[in-house]
């Protein structure tokens, strides 16, 4: 097939299908409801498992986001809650590809490049615009715009996030995000914390009240994550993050004693979110509309995969669409490689999400982490 593509929705998996659909001959505009490229862009760092690598190498940005970020020689390491080496994660690389385990990068950074390369390669996106409604006419998608424009595609892309209105004209109401009964703090720390071991890999502490993590995302920099459980609909005064988050470290020492000690001062610098996920049975399309990333998976953060996945959908729906007489079969091929696959990770997610909140007594963290990891290197 060839034609028009108009995607909904410039995040990282909008981003990425634009890009390799423009490769591949597709005409493509992306809208984004977001002011600017960085005005939608939450959370401090991207973990990029090599599976994420490979499909970034497709679209030809692998390259610039282990230039800007960290590249590591194994995937992590487990802790105890003082700080002694427990296991290593080995990780995996992929056979032919000269690939490391896992690239940390910052979010902002990984949009500056998705966004260069889109538009190096002939995509236009428009900021500050949405959609008001999605009509089907023959062979075309009409689609008037909230600028009071209107687009015409031949296929139309809802890449809008977990929370998607585009997944709602699709496939109904349900199924929507659920709380897993846990949310996660975030915030960036030097990679070298003074008289502590480097983080060149990701650290997993566990402790009294949750999970610590750490991810290198720059030569200088990593961020800390801790998972723990809190009420559904908790949110937290920005001022007093800093203070929260210290005490629930407590109880922790070795490196994640240190950060809570010496780290852990700017509450403004602290992200705070809820973990909700998602994954829609299929079918991922209706008629010329179809559905990518978070829109028809939102991915729970404990296996790093959620953007990976989003980006491995782009480079898949493009294969898909390229070699398909018509838009249904394109879409029936696309959500037959990608269903299982999202599932399988979400619910080793789900798994370590119960494991952390003490719920799955006896479940092997590190075996259910690195069976994911090397399933996720098989061709996609
Ligand atoms: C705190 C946090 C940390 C994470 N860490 C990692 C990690 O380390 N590694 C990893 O792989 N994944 C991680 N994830 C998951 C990852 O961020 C998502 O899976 C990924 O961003 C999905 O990309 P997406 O493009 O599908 O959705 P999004 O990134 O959510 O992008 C959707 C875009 O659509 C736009 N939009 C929404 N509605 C409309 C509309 N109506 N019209 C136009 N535009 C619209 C939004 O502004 C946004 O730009 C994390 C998620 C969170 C919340």
């Not at 590591?72 to 700080?83: F, M, N, P, S, Y």
């Not at 249904?328 to 619910?347: K, L, N, P, S």
């Amino acid at each position: 097939m060839k034609g028009d593509i108009l995607i909904i929705g410039g995040g990282i998996g909008g981003l990425s299908a634009a890009i390799a659909l423009r490769q591949a001959g597709f005409g493509v505009r992306v809208v984004e409801r977001a002011s600017d490229m960085h005005a939608s862009v939450h959370g401090v760092g991207i973990i990029q498992p090599v599976n994420a690598l490979r499909a970034l190498d497709a679209i030809g940005c692998a390259e610039a986001c282990m230039e800007s970020g960290y590249s590591t020689r194994a995937w992590g390491k487990v802790l105890d809650a003082e700080g002694n080496h427990v296991r290593d994660i080995p990780g995996a690389t992929i056979p032919g590809e000269d690939l490391p385990p896992m690239n940390g990068v910052t979010r902002p950074r990984l949009h500056e490049i998705l966004t260069a390369k889109a538009r190096e390669v002939g995509a236009s996106i428009t900021y500050g615009t949405t959609f008001t409604e999605i009509i089907e006419e023959g062979d075309k998608v009409r689609v008037p715009l909230s600028d009071g424009s209107e687009a015409v595609a031949d296929i139309v892309v809802g890449a809008d996030g977990a929370y998607s209105k585009v997944r709602r004209l699709v496939i109904g109401d349900e199924p929507q995000p659920t709380y897993n009964g846990q949310s996660a703090f975030r915030v960036n720390i030097p990679r070298q914390v003074p008289g502590e071991q480097e983080i060149d890999r990701i650290i997993l502490q566990h402790g009294p009240n949750g999970m610590a993590g750490f991810v290198p995302i720059g030569p200088e920099l990593a961020y800390m994550f801790f998972n723990s459980s809190w009420p559904e609909g908790t949110r937290l005064p920005q001022a007093e993050m800093a203070d929260i988050l210290r005490e629930k470290l407590e109880g922790f020492g070795g490196l994640t004693g240190a950060v809570r000690d010496h780290h852990i001062d700017d509450p403004d610098g602290i992200v705070f979110r809820p973990i909700d996920w998602m994954i829609a049975p299929p079918p991922w399309h209706k008629g010329r509309v179809v559905l990518l990333g978070d829109a028809v998976h939102a991915f729970l953060p404990h296996l790093g995969q959620g953007a990976a996945q989003a980006i491995e959908d782009g480079v898949v729906l493009t294969d898909c669409l390229a070699g398909a007489e018509t838009p249904e079969d394109a879409f029936v091929a696309y959500t037959e490689r990608r269903f299982e696959r999202c599932r399988i990770v979400i619910q080793c997610c789900v798994d370590i999400g119960e494991w952390e909140k003490g719920r799955l007594p006896g479940f092997d963290v590190v075996k259910a982490t690195q069976t994911v990891i090397e399933t996720m290197t098989a061709p996609i």
